[in-house]
């Protein structure tokens, strides 16, 4: 499988203080991949790393070319980035915070909003309303949706689950397949609810104190006895 992105010995820091490692890892086009690890571990900040919101130093490869310049930049190459806390605009409604989506795009964004809406089919009835009044469920749906408006070759998902009641986990996990099965896009998500994580993500790197401590298909690592220990409670 060819590799659409590339980490190769990343650190990076915050200030004095040094969060990442050497971090190397890779991820299909069209894989998902999945980042486990306790808080603290460096989960957030290599997503960070990938979308240049951090101080990084090492090789970040997007499809073979370095992803260089700051965050509007990797946006504009195709890379999609979903922070924990989802970050929509409470203020605007649903229909303002999926065409910020689309901000480094020009021509029209209907063709988009219908196909979103094969999705996330409430976003029509809903558009109109401010997006701060949404659920926690709803509002992670709209986060992705406007994700998906940018129409990126790679998205970063930090902690989808965060919050959310089990069964809306489940159908937000739905929809990132079914995103990456219908669109082919490429997903990187870290996720604490490794239970789900193993069970969507075909690669997963298990990240202790800002280094790749496992790694591997997640078949193997559903069955690695520091994996069932440690994360999955057998």
């Known amino acids: 499988m060819t590799a659409l992105l590339e980490l190769n010995e990343v650190h990076a820091r915050y200030g004095p203080v040094k969060a990442l490692h050497g971090i190397s890892l890779s991820v299909g086009e069209g894989e998902i991949a999945a980042v486990l690890g306790a808080n603290g571990a460096g989960k957030t900040t290599t997503l960070r790393a990938i979308s240049n919101t951090v101080e990084r130093e090492g090789e970040v490869l997007l499809a073979g070319n370095a992803l260089r310049g700051g965050p509007e930049s990797v946006a504009r190459l195709g890379v999609a980035h979903v922070p924990e806390g989802r970050g929509t605009f409470a203020e605007l409604t649903v229909w303002e915070n999926l065409r910020l989506g689309a901000y480094t795009r020009s021509g029209s964004l209907r063709d988009d909003f219908t196909r979103i809406g094969t999705y ?78 193993l069970q969507l993500a075909q690669a997963v790197y298990v990240l202790e104190v800002g280094r790749v401590a496992l790694s591997g298909p997640s078949a193997e690592l559903r069955e690695h006895e520091s994996i069932r220990r440690s994360y999955l409670g057998y």
Do not use: C, Y
Request: proline share 5%.
């Open 120 to 197: 996330f089919p409430w976003l029509q009835e809903r558009k109109h309303q401010q997006a701060g009044t949404l659920s926690g469920g709803e509002q992670q749906m709209l986060a992705l949706a406007r994700a998906f408006m940018q129409r990126p070759r790679l998205l970063l998902l930090d902690e989808p689950s965060l919050g959310l009641a089990p069964l809306l986990v489940t159908e937000v996990f739905r929809i990132i397949k079914e995103l990456n099965e219908s669109e082919g896009v490429t997903v990187l998500v870290v996720e604490q609810n490794a239970h789900i994580a």
